[in-house]
């Protein structure tokens, strides 16, 4: 695997893969209206909103999660009927590799209700980590979160090897915070600067090092036999996205008051605490840990640190 890849031709900015999450495609909307503002000298940017009926009905999907539906074994899969996978096709046929206006990154804006600040979610890939690196060095609050491909095969990035998600919050589905919104507005352009930066040719460098939280699983609330839920995020846990939880310390508090600790054997840094939209996936969280790399140089991949 090599750092370099040809120069940036075209850009994709996709929001509303999810339809009540309205700080990406309000922010697309922006966009599209003054484009000036994502317009650069050596590549083009496209935007993508990504489901406007979920939009429209302001809900998160019509029949099945969108960012879900984008197996390579799905979208070959013409006998798939609902809605979402019928927009995954049509969004790969626009915008794959073999599509009719093929793109070499993609940038996809969510917002989720988890406490989970400016967070940035890719894979290993040197291209991604050079991107995801600029973004936190020009701003050191955001966060990087790795997820290994198997876990973002269906996600709409998965079409494109190059780019993120962009996970902003903590905000309530289908509300506008105008603090969240010009964060991310920012971390967009800064991503774009980028881009225009690496076909340019230029060599960056990051002198803070590299702060990455790495997946390794996820955890879901107790429940019964019938699936109902016995507990809820434990108050000291609530709201501590990207905190150290350590074994011992409390996790869940069932509904008559009783504390259940993480029974883990290391220290993990949880994530998505509290994700409304993940109730139904069975996730109460997930799970990282927390990688330091000092003097991160844009010619090194983390491959075999991760």
Do not use: W
Not at 142 to 158: A, C, H, Q, R, T
């Amino acid at each position: 695997m090599t750092n370099r890849i040809n120069s940036i031709q075209r850009a994709l900015i996709a929001a509303g893969v999810h339809g009540n999450e309205f700080t990406g495609i309000y922010l697309l909307k922006k966009l599209e209206q003054h484009p000036y503002l994502m317009r650069r000298d050596n590549f083009e940017t496209l935007t993508l909103l990504a489901n406007p009926k979920a939009f429209a009905a302001v809900r998160r999907y019509i029949d099945i999660d969108l960012n879900r539906s984008f197996k390579k074994s799905d979208l070959q899969d013409l006998t798939r009927s609902s809605y979402e996978y019928i927009r995954a096709r049509e969004i790969n046929n626009l915008f794959g590799v073999n599509g009719k206006t093929p793109v070499d990154v993609i940038l996809d804006i969510h917002s989720t209700t988890a406490n989970m600040g400016l967070t940035v979610i890719t894979n290993v890939h040197p291209f991604n980590l050079q991107l995801v690196a600029y973004l936190q060095s020009v701003n050191p609050s955001v966060k990087i979160y790795i997820l290994p491909k198997s876990e973002e095969s269906s996600s709409l990035p998965s079409i494109c090897e190059f780019g993120c998600t962009i996970e902003v919050g903590a905000v309530s589905q289908g509300v506008l915070k105008a603090d969240i919104f010009q964060q991310t507005e920012a971390l967009i352009i800064n991503a774009l600067n980028y881009l225009e930066q690496y076909n340019r040719g230029e060599i960056l460098s990051f002198d803070n090092g590299l702060t990455i939280y790495h997946h390794i699983g996820t955890i879901d609330y107790p429940r019964n036999e019938s699936g109902e839920l016995q507990a809820m995020i434990h108050p000291q846990l609530q709201s501590k996205d990207y905190e150290a939880l350590e074994p011992g310390q409390p996790m869940f508090i069932t509904f008559d008051g009783q504390t259940i600790t993480y029974e883990g054997e290391s220290t993990v840094y949880p994530v998505f605490i509290n994700e409304a939209a993940y109730y139904e996936k069975g996730i109460a969280m997930c799970l990282t840990k927390k990688l330091s790399i000092p003097n991160y140089s844009p010619t090194l991949s983390l491959c075999a640190s991760v």
